[in-house]
Structures are given as structure tokens and as C-alpha cells.
DNA sequence: GCCCAGGTGTTTC
DNA sequence: GAAACACATGGG
């Protein structure tokens, strides 16, 4: 489908490179701050999020290990203002335990880990888990988040019933295997829900002139 | 005051 | 299975 191709070059034409993951580079190693990030902003607003991970640099928490060793309450108060505070709390655990436990480091759990694997841990979900893939151990997998489907289901290229895996598999099959394209892409979308493409429609939307062909 | 945000897990028909 | 619900803060 040359349709989804065309949308990438007019997104990236309308809005020039993201270069996503946005990081203030403050843990070690800098991909742990990408892993963190990608569970604070489980439905959460962007802005929230940098203020959750600024608190946790000022409270030196930058190591998973410095996340394993925190006082669990003391995590959700530093966390608080991306929201869900107590169950993202423990879903960082979770997540620290599981890296610590299963691969020893960051370095040899962004090495090794697979997708079916990180699907099985509690609190990561579809989107966390090729997010994390994608962004902090540049491996090819496209992220779908509710952005993606409504612009996509908009245009009339899937159906709003469709699956996460039916989606991102549409998307992978019809773009060049490279985890850069799937980067940008994906902050593309992000970027363009943003200004343009809010749940109620905008009738100047850039892509509108893409569906009348 | 109401709606929304870069979801996920659990409960319930 | 899918639909409904809980989770929570902060900005528009």
C-alpha cells in the first residue's frame, strides 16, 4: 500500500524530523531513561512525564538499581505528576525487578531481551513494549498508539475494530525495514495528532487532500 | 466543571 | 472475547 508510504513523505514535508525519543540524558545508561519514560506516559500527557523525570534527577534516582532500592513510597511521591502514580510505582518495580533479575544489567537486557518476552511482564503492554524495542534498543518494530489509529481509520486504510497486532503488522509489511523510517514515523503521527488531528475532526488537516484520489 | 492525554490489567457480561 | 471500569495528575 503506496498509501502509507505518502503519508510518511507529506508528515515529514508538514513537520520536519522529530527525533524521537525526546531524553534529557540524565540516567545510566541514557537508554534507561527511554524505558522509565515509556511507562510514565502510559496514558499520560508528555508534559506530565518530564515532570515526574525531573524529579527523579534531582533526587539522583538515574540506575535501575537506584529504582530498586527506593522507598516505594518515596517513588510515588517523585513520580506524581504524570498520574496512575500508584500502579506506575509498581510497575517500575516490576519492570527493574524483571531486567535485574532475568539479564543483570540494562546493557544486557537492551541486548537480549525479545518482544514475546516483554509482553509477558506485568504492566507492559503493546505500545510500552515496542517502544521500548524501537527506541531504546533500535530494533524494527513500529509503535501503535490511539493516534495511529485514529489518523489511520480516518483515511479509510483500517477498520477502527482492528487489533494492535493487525495494525502494527500493516504497517510493517507496507514500510522498508528500518528502524530509523519507524522512529520517525511514529513521532510524526505523534506530533501530528497534536497540532491537527485532535478527536474532533479539522477540516484543514494536511492529509485530508491525500483520501480524495 | 468537563474533556483529554504518546495504556494496561481486571472484572463482567 | 469484547465491553466496561479503575487508575490520577495537569493543561486547555
Known amino acids: 500500500m503506496i498509501m502509507i508510504r505518502k503519508i510518511y513523505d507529506t508528515l515529514l514535508k508538514e513537520h520536519a524530523h522529530q527525533k524521537w525519543w525526546p531524553i534529557s540524558d540524565f540516567t545510566k545508561p541514557k537508554e534507561w531513561e527511554i524505558c522509565i519514560g515509556a511507562i510514565l506516559t502510559q496514558n499520560t500527557a508528555w508534559k506530565n512525564v518530564e515532570k515526574a523525570l525531573s524529579n527523579l534527577k534531582n533526587a539522583n534516582c538515574k540506575t535501575v538499581d537506584d529504582i530498586l532500592w527506593m522507598d516505594i513510597r518515596k517513588l510515588k511521591r517523585l513520580i506524581r505528576p504524570s498520574g496512575f502514580?500508584?500502579?506506575?510505582?509498581?510497575?517500575?518495580?516490576?519492570?527493574?525487578?524483571?531486567?535485574?533479575?532475568?539479564?543483570?544489567?540494562?546493557?544486557?537486557?537492551?541486548?537480549n531481551i525479545t518482544r514475546e518476552e516483554l509482553l509477558e511482564v506485568n504492566g507492559i503492554g503493546h505500545e510500552t513494549t515496542d517502544?521500548?524495542?524501537?527506541?531504546?534498543?533500535?530494533?524494527?518494530?513500529?509503535?501503535?498508539?490511539?493516534?495511529?489509529?485514529?489518523?489511520?481509520?480516518?483515511?479509510?486504510?483500517?477498520?477502527?475494530?482492528?487489533?494492535?497486532?493487525?495494525?502494527?503488522?500493516?504497517?510493517?509489511k507496507n514500510l522498508p525495514e528500518d528502524v530509523k523510517v519507524y522512529q520517525?514515523?511514529?513521532?510524526?503521527?505523534?506530533?501530528?495528532a497534536k497540532e491537527c488531528c485532535k478527536k474532533t475532526v479539522n477540516e484543514n488537516c494536511i492529509l485530508r487532500s491525500l483520501v480524495i484520489v
Do not use: M
Not at 138 to 148: E, L, N, R
Not at 150 to 163: D, K, M, N, P, V
Not at 184 to 192: D, F, G, S, T
Open 85 to 111: 502514580f500508584n500502579q506506575k510505582a509498581k510497575r517500575l518495580k516490576t519492570f527493574s525487578r524483571y531486567v535485574i533479575d532475568n539479564f543483570g544489567s540494562v546493557e544486557n537486557f537492551l541486548k
Open 131 to 172: 517502544a521500548i524495542l524501537l527506541y531504546a534498543c533500535g530494533k524494527p518494530y513500529f509503535v501503535v498508539d490511539a493516534y495511529t489509529k485514529r489518523i489511520f481509520s480516518r483515511l479509510g486504510i483500517i477498520e477502527q475494530t482492528w487489533g494492535y497486532e493487525q495494525v502494527r503488522e500493516l504497517l510493517e
Open 184 to 192: 520517525e514515523y511514529h513521532a510524526l503521527i505523534v506530533k501530528h
